[in-house]
Structure formats: C-alpha cells, structure tokens
C-alpha cells in the first residue's frame, strides 16, 4: 500500500536513542541533505548535496516557532542534527542561544568536525551543552573510503581544528566513532594514541544495526523499525558486540576514558547478515 511522503519540520520526534535517550531533534539544513561527507553508512541515502560552505537554510524565528508546539518537558535533550551538517547552518550559534533561552534542557549538536578550522564554528558550537564529533578513521585512505569528504577536505586539518575545539570547550565532549570491520593492531593504536590527545568526555562506538536507504527518506532522521523499510535499502558491513565490547574494555582501560556502545542482540536478531555484499 503507498504510504504518505512526511513533509519537512525542522523540529521532529522525540525520537529514542540509545546514547542520548528521548531526544528531540532540530534540523536546521531543510529538505536537501547537505553535507560536507557522504558517508557509506548515512541513514540520509546518498548526499544530495556536498558542501563546505556555510548558509542559513532555515531561518531561526521559523525553529523557534516549529519549538512552540511540542511538549520540551517530555526529552531528556535536544539535537542539533538532521538532514546534514549541522555547522554549515550559519545561525547555528543563534539556534542553540535562542533554544537555551526558551528552555533549562541540554542541548547537543552532532558533528561530523569538517568545519572546525574555522573559529566561528568552534565558538558557536561551544554554546552547546554537549558536542559529539564523528571520528571514523585515523587515514586519509579509509577517511575517503568511509566518510567520503569533499576532495578539499583533509584529516589532518579536521583533526587540528578538533584539537583546537578541545582548548575552549568546557561542555561535554564525545567522540562518536563507526566501526564497519574490525581494526588492525595499528589502526587500534593510532586511534588510543589520538583519544589520549584529545581526551573525550567519552567515546561512542556503533556499528550499523540498520539497512541504509539508497534514496533520501526524511523519516532516517528519526527511528525506523527493523523490518518497516518499504523503500530500497543496502546492508552495510558490521562487526559484532565482542569486537566492539574488546576495544572498548581496552580503552576504558588504558585511558580511562567512558565508552559506550549499543547492545546489538535485538538487532542481530532482526538483521541476520546478507550475502550481498556491502558499500565497501
Ligand atoms: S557526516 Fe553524517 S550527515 Fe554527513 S554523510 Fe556522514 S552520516 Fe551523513
């Protein structure tokens, strides 16, 4: 049966997540998913529109309005993220002081760090009460291959203006991070030595527990069901919770530092791997 197209909001959900809990999102990029990466995992479907610059895509009045009618009391936080980069909205730094005037709820922004070189990104993302920064490779070669960044864009720049952010932040920092297949001994031991520089407030580890839409779905935003997709999907490679609870355990125990990760039996149950072979 055809189901209706959802139209754009800029403030959707709550949605439920296993990191941040019941968490109402706030999308200030707009229907286009724009972004400076294309990442082979994005529940977005291919980036329609890569960029570095940035705009306003949707004006700050309008996501305050959008606020008004929904119950704030309810979540647990609130999310800058959406249909792309949150940085590249150049009213970002308004976005999240109009929404800490409105209310006393944490409110976090998703990252993917491209535009951290640039001081007025680092200073507006400071605003937030928390900040969660994609770091899914330590070498330009599986950066290319796995986040597919714009061909300017340079790890080793991203990573400098992370460093940077980590100066002037004094909110909660993590370091969210995509596994897709298990680590070599040096590829562990180049990440432990660069999360030993930064120091994160903790560090998430994932793994794609869901198909990825080929087309854009306005409803990746938010929770899908394992199962519900009734538009075209691609499995993507994984690893499984031992993989991710091993390196885990050997970060928290040689740095000290907090990691999460998802307890994947539901989805392992629901995602039985296919034989077709993943993106990359
Ligand atoms: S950084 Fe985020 S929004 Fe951009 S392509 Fe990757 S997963 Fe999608």
Redesign the pocket.
Known sequence: MPTATPSFTSVYGPVQSWRFGRSLGIDPIGST?T?????V????GE?QQQSCSRQIFIPTQKIQQALQSFSLWDVNTITL?G???PTLAQNLGEILTTVKRITSKQIGV?T?GSLLRDRAVREELAIANWVAV?VDATSDDVFRRI??PMPALKLKDIWAGLLQFRQIYSGRLAIQTMLLTEWSEPDQMEYIRRMQALLPDEIQFNTPTRPRPLTHQLSARGNHLPGACVYPTQQLKRVNVEVLERLSDRIEGMLGIPVCYPHLAQEEENHAPSKNEPLY
């Open positions: 998913p972004c400076s990466f294309n990442c995992y994005c529940q977005l980036i993220s249909s792309g980069e998703l993917n994609k986040n597919r």
